[in-house]
């Protein structure tokens, strides 16, 4: 099993309201990156304000950071942490067989939704501040199929498709560790070597697709993601880039 990163600051907590509101509270003091776990949060949320679910036993966590660059440089770091987690899900598992990356930050276990990811940030013009990735991984249960929206991808959980139980500390673990290999990798490298092992993992890459936004919907061939991190789809009407989207299979 993985040790705690050097460098990394760890803070657990019975109950929070949300482990991302406590990032937003604490940010300004840290003097370096911070990982943030609650046993239960009392208002937790999603991507788009949706209410996020967690049932006793699994992990709700976020890492704080001070990044450098721009706000859009920054967001790749979604693609940082959806790696991580897959690394994190192989090594309490022994196995890579049933994973898979949902565009633009979700994990996913035997086809349904195992963990999901969130960014939120604060920072002056072009410029961030602070970066919280928020993070949710079903270990012990999942949500009933009624709290997602309809067309989404099923929840499952590590326990319901391996028969596993992780310890949410213990994973949060392996997943830290994971994450500093990969943001070490980031700051070296930039980009290209995460989005190539991002694509080597990705969930229906070459499939048609859907992508919806609040006001439209394109479907098309799963093409890529280019060096942006934009989900590129091959449609009816040409090469399609999109900044962002909820996907649907």
Known sequence: MSEWPQGYGKRVLDEVDSTLNEANRIAASLAGPEWIMARRQTAARGR???????????????????PVGEAGQVALRSFVASL??????????????????????DVLLNGGKLAGILLESSGHGT?????????????????GADAV???????????????????????????AAAYARYEAQFETYGFAPIRSAWLARAARLGEVITA?????????TFETVDADGNLVLHTAHGRVSIPAADVYY
Request: charged letters at 20%; proline letters at 6%; a negative charge.
């Open 48 to 66: 788009r304000g949706r209410t996020w679910v967690q049932p006793a036993g699994n992990l709700a966590a976020t890492l704080v950071l001070r």
């Open 84 to 105: 991580a987690l897959f690394d994190a899900c192989v090594s309490v598992t022994g196995r890579a067989e049933g994973l898979a990356l949902k565009w633009p930050n």
């Open 127 to 143: 410029g961030v501040a602070h970066l919280a990735i928020g993070i949710g991984v079903n270990l012990a249960d999942a949500p």
């Open 149 to 175: 929206e309809p067309g989404a991808v099923r929840p499952v959980s590590l326990l319901s498709e391996t028969g596993l139980r992780v310890e949410p500390e213990m994973f949060l673990t392996e997943l």
């Open 212 to 220: 919806r936004t609040a006001t439209s919907e394109t479907v098309g």
